[in-house]
């Protein structure tokens, strides 16, 4: 896994790796070779983009930390030299505004209109609910045939149900927003489908927030749609804010109980302790460890500089875009020892799979607890569960803005 | 700044008579959790958006650790650790 690097002196201009990385043949779960060799060689380094531009990808943990933090470092994606993941997204940057791509003072305004209900306590009431969802599909899967496909069995509708619940949208609309969805996180989607896609579900989501103007109810979209009476938003901005927290609250966490399960199915000794322990802490310290092992977020956190940024021996200048690519982050041995290792016992807490600075996941503890109630009983109400099928000829999702599985066929002992 | 990034780095002297004192910056503050989850004895959040609170500005020694990881986790440099 030490593939060196084009021999070239910094200043030579040889041809730049492409970003993102293919990862290895056999190594689903690894950060791509390419990646974890600029980590050793060259931590800020030059790649190339699907358009030829040539951002700095940022692969060490620790400059990684300073430049999400840093104010300097802007999130604006309709500024030049934004380096887009793809042309659907940049043809959506002036369309789709919401505080993900809005700097401070701006984006603190918008966000915190939106952190309430995540906040840990609250969230942490809707514990039992959760497990209660998540009970039900478990008892429908043991009552059906085998193999099953996990991704559609509970991996996909547990978040989907909990975001709809918490928004104040219809789950019975999943099969068009969960497509929808997927066109808009796939970056081999065209612009066309992208924008298409986008458009379709602003509009949908408009339409709830107009019904929540009419008869408000108990969820967010309602409380957007408060601020939308209030005059702090338009209905545009309150449906652009509901398609964002919709398609992170079902995409991310959907991905990570799937392929956290495959992980943990390879990994025969981490999913026993895992089975066996009544502790919830080392649950949620099983979550972090998957979260920091896994990470995701796969295409890197966006940003463009502002002004000129000494860092990890490399000027990045004014209005250069910025990769910071938390999979390498994440498996940065002067923070993670042995990372290539998953070890559910250690303390990962400082993992960057939710990003960090001020653009920080909002929904992190809802995932949290999604994914503690799911890792803390699957495998001990299914304690045989296994791949119906090798791990080689899993769908892995490496087209996706999001890493994770299409589909995982599981089967059991009954 | 970057330059208060880090929070706290110091990592032992936790022995008595060490005392420690905990700000926190809420307009900075951007309603991750981590601090609650960590050290609820010191951190809560206000219920509308989840902003900090900061409920023991002096917290016993055996709080600590906790205290110091929490401003390490801290996504917005908001908490900022004084230890003598």
Redesign the interface.
Known sequence: MTETLAETAPEAEGPLPEFPMPRAAGCPFAPPPTARALHTERPVARVRLWDGSAPWLVTRYADQ???????RVSSEATRPGFPHPSAGFRENAGRRRTFITMDDPEH?RI???V??P??????EAMRPGIQKITDGLIDTMLAGPTPVDLVRALALPLPSLVICQLLGVPYEDHDFFQRKSSVLINRHSSAEEVVGANEALTDYLEGLVAGKLAEPADDMLSELAGRVRAGELTRRDAANMGVLLLVAGHETTANMIALGTVALLENPDQLAVLRETEDPKAVARAVEELLRYLTIVHNGRRRVAREDIEIGGETIRAGEGIIVYTGTGNWDAEVFAEPERLDIGRDA??HMA?????????G??LA?MELQVVYGTLYRRIPTLRLATGIDQLPFKDDGLVYGVYELPVTWTS | MSGEGGGSRKGEGEGKGVTMRVEVDVPKCVASGQCVMIAPDVFDQNEEDGIVVLLDEQPAPELHADVRESAVVCPAAAIRVVEK
Request: hydrophobic share 40%; charged share 25%; glycine share 12%.
């Open positions: 930390r300073a430049l999400l933090g840093d104010p603190a966000r915190r209109m952190t309430g995540f906040a840990i306590k609250r969230i807490r400082r939710f990003g960090f600075g001020v653009h920080q996941c909002l992190q503890p949290r």
